[in-house]
């Protein structure tokens, strides 16, 4: 077999089993253990892959409530706003966008009293202007992760 596409091949497998052995990581994709070991190093090394977490579902666990936080932050306090949001353990997303609002934070709470303690502390920061909740009804989606396209593919 050529190596071709083989980076890729490989953590599309890993994409449908994150915890499949080199041994039939090698057999799927017709290379030595050895071939897969290295490529599998190389990937973690350049951080293209970076760990192997099972998929949780929160809800399952008690987490009821799913909420998207958007919040317009004054620009010299957004690396501060988006590290307090980050160190939030039910903070599972934060980023910062264009448009409206500054910071798009998705979390995990127990149910809304939860959710409502995060925000009031969020909005005792003179730094936070304006901010606007979300709960989500049905997630249609989520975690999801797509194989990436071999060469020639689009």
Do not use: C, W
Not at 39 to 66: C, K, M, S
């Amino acid at each position: 077999m050529t190596y071709e596409n083989l980076d890729v091949k490989l953590v599309n497998e890993l994409l449908g089993d994150g915890r499949a052995s080199l041994r039939s990581l090698a057999d799927d994709l017709d290379v030595s253990v050895t071939t897969v070991s290295n490529h599998l190093q190389t990937l973690e090394d350049e951080g293209a892959v970076n760990g192997y977490t099972p998929v949780v579902d929160y809800e399952r666990l008690g987490y009821d409530v799913t909420a998207i936080l958007q919040l317009k932050v004054d620009g010299t306090a957004l690396p501060e706003i988006t590290g307090t949001l980050r160190g939030h353990k039910q903070m599972v997303s934060v980023y910062e966008i264009t448009g409206d609002y500054d910071v798009l934070a998705i979390g995990k709470f127990t149910d809304t009293d939860d959710m409502n303690t995060l925000i009031k502390e969020l909005l005792a920061d003179a730094d936070i202007n304006e901010s606007s909740t979300s709960v989500v009804l049905n997630a249609a989606a989520e975690n999801e992760q797509f194989e990436l396209d071999l060469d020639g593919d689009a």
